[in-house]
């Protein structure tokens, strides 16, 4: 079974989404929708598949991951933002393919939450490359070389992911990331990079899995609220002091050979 965890602040797009899961979906799920300190004000989608969790306090993103995999009951586990659309059959395109030490995203396309569909003209992130941004903070920039170099290699290693959605076995989540890390990161921001660092620590890999995709929300379309926003958050820059010598001495040689 594939337990999916939705973190969930104030955003009505939450049923769209479950309604993109539950009618994309191939294989046994369960949903875990993690209502992060907030009722919300219109109706929640009632299937079997489909669990609220409700926080009486709000935790922030990475607490409500953490509390939605607490109550998981599946052999593998999957980070959805409340915001996205998923291709039929996403749920077995990656199970089906995902390894023991693997984290895996899929083809990532930009989705019109109004018309709710796929913003086609819009090229979608594939490959991923992991770079320091303004000495403050990792992030993935996109990699049109090696889109076009190994576009015949349908499930292949990439360097980072938006984070938005990803799936992996339950016993790597268990046995390597442990949960994530709220000292020191706060309650947003960073955690595929943590949770990436730490896969290649453990000697996994992060992986993208070119036959399906998933579209999440364009920026261009306002937030509900500000949940999810840097501004000037104070935690941004613990993720690159913590993993910026172990990103220069080892991943960088790894990834790009002098």
């Known amino acids: 079974m594939l337990s999916i965890i939705i973190p969930s602040y104030k955003d009505s797009l939450l049923v769209k989404t479950i309604d993109s899961l539950l009618e994309s979906a191939e294989g046994e799920i369960e949903i875990i929708a993690v209502l992060d300190g907030y009722w919300p004000d219109f109706e929640l989608r009632q299937d079997p598949r489909v669990r609220y969790v409700h926080l009486g306090k709000n935790r922030g993103m990475r607490g409500a991951i953490n509390a939605g995999v607490l109550v998981s009951k599946g052999e593998f586990i999957m980070r959805t933002d409340e915001h996205c659309m998923f291709a039929k059959g ?57 889109d076009k170099e190994r576009k015949d290699i349908m499930i292949d290693e990439t360097m980072a992911m938006q984070g938005s959605v990803w799936v992996m076995p339950r016993k790597w989540w268990d046995d390597v990331i442990g949960e994530l890390q709220i000292e020191g990161y706060g309650p947003h921001y960073q955690d595929s990079h ?11 890999k992060l992986m993208v899995n070119k036959n399906t995709w998933f579209a999440h929300k364009h920026y261009s379309f306002p937030r509900s609220h500000k949940y999810g926003s840097q501004g000037q958050d104070p935690h941004i820059k613990y993720c690159l002091e913590t993993w910026k010598d172990y990103y220069l001495n080892e991943v960088c040689p790894k990834w790009f050979p002098s």
């Not at 899929?106 to 819009?122: G, H, N, Q, T």
């Open 194 to 204: 943590e949770m990436v660092f730490k896969t290649w620590k453990a000697g996994g």
């Open 90 to 146: 996403f749920d077995k395109a990656m199970t089906d393919a995902c390894q023991s030490n693997w984290i895996m995203t899929a083809v990532r396309y930009f989705l019109d939450p109004v018309k709710w569909e796929v913003m086609k003209d819009i090229k979608p992130f594939i490959y991923e490359k992991l770079k320091i941004r303004d000495n403050i903070k990792f992030e993935g920039q996109r990699w049109p070389s090696r």
